[in-house]
Structure formats: C-alpha cells, structure tokens
C-alpha cells in the first residue's frame, strides 16, 4: 500500500504522520490543514508556553476556559480523586522546580485546590495546573478525528513515542528497554489501538530519581495499549505513581486497556493479557 510521510514540528520536538493509500499531493494538503488545528490545541494545553491558554488559568487563578481544557481537566481531577492523589495534576510548580534544579519544596498542593462549575475554574492556594500527562494524547486523538473526516482510513501518528494507529493494517512496534538506551524488550502487534509509555528515563533530571514524573513508585517504565491515546497515555502516568493495589485496582476498571510494567529490579508485570500482543 502507497504511504506518505510527514513530520512537523510539536510537542517540543518532531512527530511523524504517516498516510496510507492516499494521493501524496492531496494527503499533503490535509496534514498540512491538520497541523494547523494541532498548533490551535497546543496553544491550549502548552505549561511551558506563558501565552497558552494553560498559563493563563494558572496566571490568573480564575477564568473561563475553552470546552477542550475544560473536558480535559474535569477528566484528570476525576483520576486524581480516583488514585487519591498519587496522580496530580496541581504539581506543576513541582515539575518546574525540578527542572531548573532547583530545591523542591514540601507544599500541600492538590487537584482538590481546583474548582470546577461550568466553565469556571478556579485554582486554589498555591497549586499549579500541569496536563502534561494527558494533553499529548488527547491533542493526537484529535488529529487522527480530524483525519478520519477527511476520509483518511489508514494512519499512524508518533507523537514523540506515544502512537495512534488507524486502520485494519497490522503494525509492529518495539518497546525500550528504559535502562539500555536503543535496545527494546519485545516488539508487540497493534491495530486500530494507541501505545503509550511513560518511564523515567527519556526525561530527567540529574538521574532517574528526578524524573519529569512527581510521585513515582516502583515501576521504571509502563507501557499501556488502549483504543485511544489519551486513555493509554493518562494510564500509563497513573501507573507509574501507584503501589501495586492501587495498578490492580487502576487495571480492573479499564479492562479494555492491557498493560505492561518495567519495576526497578527490571522484573515484568503484564495486566489484561498484554502477552498476547508480544511478538518474540
């Protein structure tokens, strides 16, 4: 089948679009039109962008909010009352703090400073929104909808690691071994599904201690296979910051979803039948 690729600038790298099937000059035109909307959506969620509409809520401590960061943030306060704050999305101050390398500070920061009613959120004492582990996701779940309305049937968007495919073809992808830098555990299958890892060893800071991830446990990596990428991606986070009641409990809720966990002594959990996706 004919394939076109595409990278563009996002998510403070590069993803890779990949059409299948389609004219490479009509294809262009819609990945083009498609990052236009991907731009739009980063200018929402971006925590690092002072002008985003994220820093902006963060900025002035109550506003009215566009549907998309209200969807988005009613659905991460809702985990983070579900993981009883292992999951947080009020620790941005935290997330800067540790990459300046500055001392981080105990602060009694908690999704329960952040008030919702209607389009009204307010941010209470000193807590800081940061969306990070579900904005990527839902931004590329978007890009693939907007895909699909164009009539594009089969794709593959990597955002950065995290992958949406779409379409009846089968794709084989490998997982890294997140203490061996280019090597990979296994490869699994994926079709029509999203993968998504988090670990703490792409980002961080002087050591895997000081990851970009507040509140890590046990597991070094965790890998999740969902039928979207911001379910797979906020999974992934979640399991990374619960104990192993907390992941059984996380797991049984989303039976749909599979996953599979790196701990620190390298030894492997799977969860919802995840070996049956392993191609050795």
């Given at each position: ?227 979207d990428l911001e379910t797979a991606d ?47």
């Amino acid at each position: 089948m004919k394939k076109t690729t595409f990278k563009k600038k996002l998510f403070g790298g590069e993803i890779t679009i990949i059409v299948y099937g389609i004219d490479e000059i009509l294809s262009k035109d819609i990945v083009n039109e498609m990052y236009s909307e991907a731009l739009r959506l980063q200018k929402i969620f971006n925590f690092f962008d002072e002008n985003s509409e994220l820093s902006n809520l963060n900025r002035k401590r109550n506003m009215s909010v566009s549907n998309e960061l209200l969807k988005v943030l009613k659905k991460s306060v809702q985990l983070s009352k579900f993981t009883k704050g292992n999951y947080d999305i009020s620790l941005g101050r935290k997330i800067l703090q540790r990459k300046k390398g500055e001392k981080e500070e105990d602060t009694l920061d908690s999704y329960k400073d952040i008030k919702i009613s209607g389009n009204i959120v307010s941010i209470k004492n000193s807590s800081v929104i940061d969306l990070g582990s579900i904005a990527k996701g839902y931004i590329t779940d978007c890009l693939g909808k907007f895909l699909e309305e164009k009539g594009i049937k089969e794709f593959l968007i990597d955002s950065r690691g995290d992958i949406l495919v779409h379409g009846d073809s089968t794709h084989i992808l490998g997982i890294q071994n997140p203490r061996e830098n280019k090597k990979i555990i296994f490869s699994v299958k994926i079709k029509d599904k999203a993968i998504a890892t988090s670990g703490d060893y792409n980002q961080f800071y002087d050591g895997f201690e000081k990851s970009h991830v507040i509140n890590k446990k046990e597991p070094i990596s965790a890998t999740v296979i969902a039928k979207d990428l911001e379910t797979a991606d906020l999974i992934a986070t979640c399991l990374l910051v619960s104990d192993n009641k907390t992941r059984e409990k996380i797991m049984n809720k989303n039976k749909k979803a599979r996953a599979f966990i790196v701990k620190n002594n390298m030894e492997e959990e799977y969860y919802n039948n995840f070996e049956e996706v392993i191609k050795r």
